[in-house]
């Protein structure tokens, strides 16, 4: 079944630092990708997203383009600040059929320290 | 739009209650999702709803678990009788129908079960 895997967290940046948060997937068929970000005590948002391959999705300063020949949603940002410190989800979606639900990675927890 | 509304924000109760969660899609949204969110098992599909019709309750835990949506603009989540595992936040999640929708979601609500 598809499937998404995301880099293990937690990670530790300081401000500025550069940011990557690697994700792979595995669907049959052109799924659309998606990251969505978690702060505290909140529901989920979305942050970016890429329909087709080759497609780069960008919002607030995050970048993340779909590589279809390494089924890769890679998420960077060139320099973190302290109010990026949050849990960020890579996310698939199958569409047609019966697919239509979401399928999560794990989630990796960033922090960002001043 | 308001977003899609879930209630309670936070719910405790003692084990052996019932428990109902309620949730409001996006108004035009076709596909209604039911997610559970624990520190040991991420972010769990329990059940999608595509107009109004379960789709794949594959993910609810077991027969103390039921979900209905009687119509396009409501769906609860009811835990009978209620355990102390079944603690965790439970998102409802809406999108609509058109090709390669990203899915919105609420705030959560905290179910804690004592």
């Known amino acids: 079944g598809d499937s998404v895997t995301q880099m293990e967290g937690p990670v530790t940046l300081s401000e500025e630092a550069f940011l990557t948060i690697n994700c792979t997937y595995t669907?049959?068929?052109?799924?659309?990708l998606f990251w969505y970000v978690q702060y505290p005590g909140e529901g989920l948002q979305l942050l970016l997203k890429a329909t087709k391959a080759d497609d780069k999705g960008s919002n607030k300063g995050f970048e993340a383009t779909y590589r279809k020949e390494t089924t890769s949603f890679h998420l960077e940002k060139g320099s973190v600040q302290v109010s990026d410190s949050a849990v960020y989800f890579c996310a698939l979606m199958n569409y047609g059929g019966s697919q239509g639900n979401l399928i999560f990675g794990k989630g990796t927890k960033l922090s960002v320290k001043p | 739009d308001a977003g899609v509304i879930q209630s309670p924000r936070h719910e405790v109760t003692e084990m052996g209650q019932e428990v109902t969660l309620r949730c409001k899609p996006i108004s035009g949204h076709d596909y209604l999702f039911w997610y559970r969110q624990t520190m040991m098992r991420g972010l769990e599909l329990l059940i999608y709803f595509n107009n109004n019709v379960p789709i794949d309750d594959s993910g609810m835990p077991e027969d103390r678990f039921s979900a209905k949506m009687p119509n396009a603009s409501f769906s609860t989540l009811k835990i009978q009788p209620s355990e102390p595992r079944d603690s965790a936040v439970y998102f409802c999640?809406?999108?609509?129908?058109?090709?390669?929708?990203?899915?919105?979601f609420g705030q959560g609500t905290r179910l804690t079960v004592v």
């Open positions: 669907a049959t068929g052109y799924p659309s």
């Open positions: 999640a809406s999108r609509g129908t058109g090709t390669r929708t990203e899915a919105f």
